[in-house]
């Protein structure tokens, strides 16, 4: 979220998170660059530093700071000097101004040392560690994986089974599996479980039509989710336009998918590189070897990434594609080519190169 420098009667100056209407930006654009650029000449003047602890004289003390969606620099920069963490408000502000980190600031609870240097402050106020109750939702990650991160954040199960029934999703989905959006999430304290999970559901409801799920004209928002899931557990990043182009060519021809992840999802099998020819026989829905067409609903919560690769697939007519090596993902429209991989695949499968570095 980009801070903005801005002009106060009573405080100075100010940062705060743009919140203006589409009217008002010509002119706030303006006003920015005049009001920036007079104020980072005067943060240069030499000998007009604001007062700052040492970078060296934290505490073993700790206090809360809370912080709520859209609230000012300004605002930050008062409650941790009220709180005993910087020595003044304007050397938090000075540094705020500087980096471009402080934009990245999330809305909560931060547990954070006292007696810091204004750097220091920033770093900690960065630090996700920090943050209590945090949820944080991984692209990918399964709606059974999410759940438990409810009541690590101190949420009843009480509350949220009502949450996951009061729920109100977008028109025309019936399943919660995909409406998470991932993304790191803190909560104002007294905030209800199915406030917190709304707000999610409603961040997806904004990034698929940032992606453009509106427009396609032979997908469902729906469908479309759904192939944004299977893109998203499939491949890397750099490759996901490219297996929704697939998923588009083997359904247009009447291919099943075939997908290990489909499988992957009904086994809860995470991290598993080898499918069993018996696991491809197992009855179930969102079983692609068994079942023609797109599984009934999503298989996780997919990213950003992800969902433009829904909507935006690259050209191309290939039916096959197969990660041979960690990184190393081919498509091709040949079966034969295929199988070659697929002994290539299944021997660096047997020399080790698909284990976990740690």
Not at 100 to 109: C, F, T, Y
Request: net charge positive; hydrophobic share 40%.
């Amino acid at each position: 979220m980009p801070w903005q420098l801005q002009q106060s009667s009573n405080k100075g100056l100010h940062v705060k998170i743009r919140t203006e209407s589409p009217a008002f930006r010509v002119l706030s654009a303006f006003f920015f660059v005049c009001v920036a650029t007079v104020s980072l000449h005067f943060l240069r003047i030499p000998g007009n530093s604001a007062p700052d602890f040492p970078c060296t004289t934290a505490s073993a003390e700790k206090v809360n700071i809370t912080i709520a969606a859209g609230e000012s620099g300004s605002s930050i920069a008062q409650a941790l000097f009220t709180s005993g963490v910087t020595k003044s408000a304007e050397a938090f502000f000075r540094v705020a101004v500087g980096d471009v980190r402080s934009q990245k600031i999330a809305p909560g609870n931060h547990m954070i040392d006292t007696h810091l240097c204004a750097t220091s402050a920033l770093d900690q106020l960065l630090d996700s560690s920090r943050i209590a109750g945090l949820i944080n939702i991984a692209e990918g990650a399964w709606l059974s994986e999410v759940i438990p991160q409810f009541y690590g954040a101190n949420f009843s199960k009480a509350e949220v089974t009502t949450a996951l029934k009061s729920v109100i999703k977008p028109r025309g989905f019936t399943a919660l599996e995909g409406l998470l959006f991932p993304a790191q999430y803190s909560f104002a304290e007294g905030t209800s479980a199915t406030d917190a999970l709304q707000s999610m559901v409603d961040r997806t409801r904004e990034e698929m039509k940032r992606a453009g799920f509106s427009d396609d004209k032979k997908f469902s928002p729906q469908q479309l989710l759904i192939i944004a899931s299977l893109i998203q557990a499939e491949g890397n990043t750099q490759d996901f336009s490219k297996i929704s182009q697939v998923i588009r060519n083997r359904l247009a021809k009447g291919m099943p998918l075939q997908f290990d992840s489909t499988v992957h999802y009904v086994k809860r099998t995470r991290g598993s590189v080898f499918l069993s020819t018996q696991s491809t026989l197992i009855n179930s829905a969102y079983n692609t070897y068994r079942r023609y067409g797109l599984p009934p609903g999503p298989i996780n919560n997919p990213g950003a990434d992800a969902l433009r690769a829904a909507v935006n697939p690259t050209t191309g007519d290939w039916l096959y594609f197969i990660t041979v090596a960690p990184f190393d993902t081919r498509f091709t429209s040949d079966l034969n080519e295929f199988n070659t991989w697929k002994i290539e695949y299944k021997k660096n499968l047997r020399d080790g190169k698909f284990r976990s570095k740690k």
